[in-house]
């Protein structure tokens, strides 16, 4: 009989010590590098002309509310238009950085929230519309909006390479 509760004891030990494992490997989780997190809503996606639209960026590091981003820029412009509004946005609150406008000529519209914040930058864009749908922009340049601005700060470091290295 001794012997079955030393045998309980000795597992009830190795469970405890497979608990502290656990914790372990939780740990490292939380150590991992935090990324920045931004999430775009436009309020509402089809809206009528005159009507007030609602930008919002949601921007998190990990858990944390981003209350004090270094920069907040919203780049607003009709589909196929070169001209490109950009407004400076500041914080509202809980990490919300908020924008209202209203749009008088009817189109598709495009949105991408400029945001830099603990060294990092995220560019969400989102499409909406103001009556009724115009022609939508070519799929290359949306996906690949992210991309372009990703190599050109790449050349401009290679270039600052270059001229350094001479
Ligand atoms: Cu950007």
Request: charged share 35%; aromatic share 6%.
């Amino acid at each position: 009989m001794k012997r079955v509760c030393l045998l309980i004891l000795a597992s009830l030990t190795l469970l405890l010590a497979g608990g502290c494992g656990g914790d372990k490997t939780k740990n490292k989780v939380e150590e991992k590098p935090q990324f920045l997190d931004v999430v775009l809503t436009v309020n509402p996606e089809k809206a009528m002309p005159g009507e007030e639209v609602t930008f919002e960026a949601t921007i998190t590091y990990g858990d944390e509310e981003v209350t004090d981003a270094d920069d907040v820029k919203f780049e607003v412009w009709r589909a196929n238009n070169d001209k490109h509004e950009k407004f400076q946005v500041k914080h509202s609150e809980k990490g919300k950085y908020r924008l209202n406008k209203t749009f008088m000529e009817e189109g598709t519209y495009y949105i991408i929230s400029h945001v830099t914040a603990r060294d990092m930058h995220n560019m969400p864009k989102k499409e909406f519309v103001v009556g009724k749908s115009s022609k939508p922009e070519e799929d290359h340049h949306d996906s690949n909006a992210d991309m372009n601005e990703l190599d050109d700060a790449k050349k401009k470091n290679e270039e600052k390479h270059d001229s350094t290295s001479h």
